[in-house]
């Protein structure tokens, strides 16, 4: 195969891959480990492991290290030092201790079975010690508990495994280099790092800045880009010339531009590369599995999958514990860490590019890697029973919880539930407090709600989403309940006890835009603000006031957009900025049609075109300056313009029963 038919074969087996795992409701990250397996020279053998491949797949891992450097902020360190210097540094160190203990009391009692030197067992330690990024924090923002104790602690350690990986690369390579004096070995391979560093960081950071302000100035997206590929490349051109992994040049110059203004623009647009090229270098990963072996040895795989997985759980859990954890937090923390991660994947393909671990061994390792991302999601959606069933206080603290909860709205009546106290739900609280009007909100950010308690607000530890926290906070003696936050998920699920529980009681939802009006609506909120269409009613407002309109008219003009749903507002006409904003097919948009003389809808009326089939409606019509009014005996012309609005199917049927 060449290179053209190599890239097309991956690129095929990936969206099909991701597609099927998209409809599973599983992360795209298994789908292309799983594609790799089907499609691999040990599989179907649709695609060979060839130079082109693992080039392909090496640029997927300098874009992820790119992105990492991006997110590499000291202010942001130093807020989380001792999570991410004390437990995240003692998880990573203790299991690679753990892997060099293992690896020599194996290769002693068991060397018939596996025979490993200590620089192998420091390279598995260090894979052993990386976990899933990617799948850890997609999961804990769906169940909407980044900001939980748990979560935070999750995030400092998977914050601390990104920024080791960066040592662990240039180590494993100097450890694995066939010199007699090792210390001589790491210490040329430090000074070399330490240099180049040096070029990078000292020089290169005086030159990022003054360089992107000139390439900014040209105004060209086109040329950005460019530069964007020129630093990323260039810097892991610079580190792979220096002896040196090219993901640490990359990281660097993620880290360089972290520091710039130009941050978030860089960040959205090196995406595209880093998704597409680390899709297809877990494909890769996964062309390495042998299923055949897997099977022979389906014992060793089963053995190697459990007590990794048993022994990252036990001692994630028990350091979290060490270092001040609650039992509850400490088992969330363990169970959410303990399948493996993406970088750990690096290091195993650098262990074995370097053949410090035998071809076979490493076949099963990878298995057991793959099986217990594959397993993840499923172990943290099942968390919270998992720890009720582990933990002899856990049914103790939950029920203090929601003790303390009922306790503070036990006299309460006619009170407003606000779920979520960030910055919405508190001006909230202090208008309903002006009013004199009870509430008592809930919240999962634990700091959050300790000092709003001290200040003396009416909020309480709480998962608003739990039937039973809505039932402890009195939902049925409520008086309305209002969603301050914009989660379309947590909001319908909130719906569903609501119905079950009060189903009169009205419920206000915060929503983002008007992507969801309709499904918030139909699951039974009684009103929906989308936070875009108000901004866009208050800044109209302030305009027309300033423009001499008569307050009155204007009050009523926003008034009756309230009134009818937000409905005249809804749709907008979609520019190339607009295509990953919001990529929705039900998104309401408008879309202008120009009638030609050969038009379908040329010398008909509105009634006869009955586009109302379409599921789009006709917003607007114009015939040359002259604004047309939107009658049934209406007639068309060549020349008039039409404006249409609904989503991108309902439009296009409309457009093409107006032109053909």
Same mark, same amino acid.
Request: glycine share 8%; charged share 15%; no cysteine.
């Given at each position: 195969?060449?290179?053209?038919?190599?890239?097309?074969?991956?690129?095929?087996?990936?969206?099909?891959?991701?597609?099927?795992?998209?409809?599973?409701?599983?992360?795209?990250?298994?789908?292309?480990?799983?594609v790799?397996?089907?499609?691999?020279?040990?599989?179907?053998?649709?695609?060979?492991?060839?130079?082109?491949?693992?080039?392909?797949?090496?640029?997927?891992?300098?874009?992820l290290?790119?992105?990492?450097?991006?997110?590499?902020?000291?202010?942001?360190?130093?807020?989380?030092?001792?999570?991410?210097?004390?437990?995240?540094?003692?998880?990573?160190?203790?299991?690679?201790?753990?892997?060099?203990?293992?690896?020599?009391?194996?290769?002693?009692?068991?060397?018939?079975?596996?025979?490993?030197?200590?620089?192998?067992?420091?390279?598995?330690?260090?894979?052993?010690?990386?976990?899933?990024?990617? /799948?850890?924090?997609?999961?804990?923002?769906?169940?909407?508990?980044?900001?939980?104790?748990?979560?935070?602690? /999750? /995030?400092?350690?998977?914050?601390?495994?990104?920024?080791?990986?960066?040592?662990?690369? /240039?180590?494993?390579?100097?450890?694995?280099?066939?010199?007699?004096?090792?210390?001589?070995t790491?210490?040329?391979?430090?000074?070399?790092?330490?240099?180049?560093?040096?070029?990078?960081?000292?020089?290169?950071?005086?030159?990022?800045?003054?360089?992107?302000?000139?390439?900014?100035?040209?105004?060209?997206?086109?040329?950005?880009?460019?530069?964007?590929?020129?630093?990323?490349?260039?810097?892991?051109?610079?580190t792979?010339?220096?002896?040196?992994?090219?993901?640490?040049g990359?990281?660097?110059?993620?880290?360089?531009?972290?520091?710039?203004?130009?941050r978030?623009?860089?960040?959205?647009?090196?995406?595209p590369?880093?998704?597409?090229?680390?899709?297809?270098?877990?494909?890769?990963?996964?062309?390495?599995?042998?299923?055949?072996?897997?099977?022979?040895?389906?014992g060793?795989?089963?053995?190697?999958?459990?007590?990794?997985?048993?022994?990252?759980?036990?001692?994630?859990?028990?350091?979290?514990?060490?270092f001040?954890?609650?039992t509850?937090?400490?088992?969330?923390?363990?169970?959410?860490?303990?399948?493996?991660?993406?970088?750990?994947?690096?290091?195993?393909?650098?262990?074995?590019?370097?053949?410090?671990?035998?071809?076979?061994?490493?076949?099963?390792?990878?298995?057991?890697?793959?099986?217990?991302?594959?397993?993840?999601?499923?172990?943290?959606?099942?968390?919270?029973?998992?720890?009720?069933?582990?933990?002899?206080?856990?049914?103790?603290?939950?029920?203090?919880?929601?003790?303390?909860?009922?306790?503070?709205?036990?006299?309460?009546?006619?009170?407003?539930?606000?779920?979520?106290?960030?910055?919405?739900?508190?001006?909230?609280?202090?208008?309903?407090?002006?009013?004199?009007?009870?509430?008592?909100?809930?919240?999962?950010?634990?700091d959050?709600?300790?000092?709003?308690q001290?200040?003396?607000?009416?909020?309480?530890?709480?998962?608003?989403?739990?039937?039973?926290?809505?039932?402890?906070?009195?939902?049925?003696?409520a008086?309305?309940?209002v969603?301050?936050y914009?989660?379309?998920?947590?909001?319908?699920?909130?719906?569903?006890?609501?119905?079950?529980?009060?189903?009169?009681?009205?419920?206000?939802?915060?929503?983002?835009?008007d992507?969801?009006?309709?499904?918030?609506?139909?699951?039974?909120?009684?009103?929906?603000?989308?936070?875009?269409?108000?901004?866009?009613?208050?800044?109209?407002?302030?305009?027309?006031?300033?423009?001499?309109?008569?307050?009155?008219?204007?009050?009523?003009?926003?008034?009756?957009?309230?009134?009818?749903?937000?409905?005249?507002?809804?749709?907008?006409?979609?520019?190339?900025?607009?295509?990953?904003?919001?990529?929705?097919?039900?998104?309401?948009?408008?879309?202008?049609?120009?009638?030609?003389?050969?038009?379908?809808?040329?010398?008909?009326?509105?009634?006869?075109?009955?586009?109302?089939?379409?599921?789009?409606?006709?917003?607007?019509?114009?015939?040359?300056?002259?604004?047309?009014?939107?009658?049934?005996?209406?007639?068309?012309?060549?020349?008039?313009?039409?404006?249409?609005?609904?989503?991108?199917?309902?439009?296009?049927?409309?457009?093409?029963?107006?032109?053909?």
């Amino acid at each position: 195969m060449n290179a053209l038919d190599t890239t097309l074969s991956l690129l095929t087996a990936a969206v099909l891959g991701v597609v099927a795992f998209r409809m599973l409701q599983l992360p795209p990250i298994l789908g292309y480990l799983v594609v790799g397996v089907l499609i691999g020279p040990h599989g179907l053998g649709f695609a060979e492991d060839s130079e082109v491949t693992h080039e392909m797949a090496e640029f997927g891992v300098v874009f992820l290290m790119f992105s990492i450097g991006l997110e590499f902020s000291l202010p942001k360190l130093m807020t989380m030092r001792k999570q991410v210097f004390g437990l995240g540094l003692a998880q990573v160190v203790v299991t690679i201790v753990a892997a060099l203990a293992g690896g020599a009391i194996v290769s002693y009692w068991l060397p018939q079975w596996f025979a490993i030197s200590w620089q192998a067992s420091f390279a598995l330690g260090g894979a052993l010690a990386m976990s899933s990024t990617a /799948i850890v924090s997609k999961m804990l923002t769906e169940r909407l508990e980044l900001e939980s104790l748990h979560g935070r602690q /999750i /995030i400092a350690i998977l914050l601390f495994q990104d920024l080791a990986v960066v040592p662990l690369l /240039i180590l494993v390579p100097a450890m694995a280099a066939h010199s007699g004096d090792i210390v001589q070995t790491l210490a040329w391979a430090g000074g070399k790092a330490v240099l180049v560093l040096f070029v990078l960081l000292v020089i290169g950071q005086r030159l990022m800045r003054t360089w992107f302000r000139i390439v900014v100035k040209r105004r060209s997206q086109e040329l950005f880009m460019l530069n964007l590929l020129l630093v990323t490349l260039g810097a892991a051109w610079l580190t792979d010339r220096a002896g040196l992994s090219m993901a640490l040049g990359a990281f660097v110059a993620g880290m360089l531009i972290s520091e710039t203004e130009y941050r978030h623009q860089v960040e959205e647009d090196i995406k595209p590369f880093r998704d597409v090229l680390l899709g297809l270098f877990f494909i890769t990963v996964g062309m390495l599995l042998n299923l055949k072996l897997v099977v022979s040895n389906a014992g060793i795989v089963l053995f190697l999958f459990v007590v990794p997985l048993l022994l990252k759980f036990v001692l994630i859990a028990g350091l979290a514990r060490l270092f001040g954890s609650t039992t509850s937090v400490a088992l969330r923390t363990g169970l959410a860490l303990a399948q493996a991660g993406e970088f750990g994947f690096v290091l195993l393909n650098q262990a074995g590019a370097l053949s410090l671990i035998d071809k076979e061994l490493l076949q099963l390792i990878l298995a057991s890697m793959v099986l217990s991302m594959l397993i993840s999601p499923f172990i943290l959606a099942k968390s919270d029973a998992i720890v009720m069933k582990l933990s002899s206080n856990e049914w103790m603290m939950q029920s203090l919880a929601l003790t303390q909860i009922a306790a503070r709205t036990m006299s309460t009546r006619k009170h407003v539930i606000i779920a979520g106290f960030g910055r919405s739900g508190q001006n909230l609280a202090r208008l309903l407090s002006e009013e004199n009007i009870d509430y008592h909100a809930l919240d999962l950010d634990p700091d959050r709600v300790r000092e709003a308690q001290t200040g003396g607000a009416n909020v309480s530890y709480g998962d608003a989403a739990r039937r039973e926290s809505l039932v402890a906070a009195g939902i049925n003696r409520a008086s309305a309940l209002v969603i301050t936050y914009t989660s379309t998920a947590s909001a319908l699920r909130i719906l569903h006890f609501v119905n079950e529980l009060n189903p009169s009681l009205p419920v206000i939802v915060r929503s983002h835009d008007d992507v969801d009006l309709e499904k918030l609506r139909a699951a039974g909120a009684t009103e929906v603000v989308p936070e875009l269409m108000e901004g866009s009613l208050m800044l109209a407002s302030h305009a027309l006031v300033l423009l001499g309109v008569p307050l009155r008219r204007v009050v009523h003009r926003v008034q009756a957009a309230r009134d009818a749903r937000y409905e005249s507002l809804r749709g907008f006409f979609h520019g190339a900025s607009d295509a990953s904003d919001s990529p929705d097919a039900m998104q309401i948009r408008l879309h202008t049609v120009v009638l030609t003389e050969r038009a379908t809808a040329v010398g008909k009326t509105l009634a006869e075109l009955a586009l109302e089939d379409t599921e789009a409606e006709i917003h607007s019509m114009r015939r040359g300056s002259r604004r047309l009014e939107l009658q049934a005996e209406q007639g068309l012309q060549a020349g008039d313009v039409i404006v249409l609005r609904g989503t991108s199917e309902a439009v296009a049927r409309a457009e093409l029963r107006l032109l053909k």
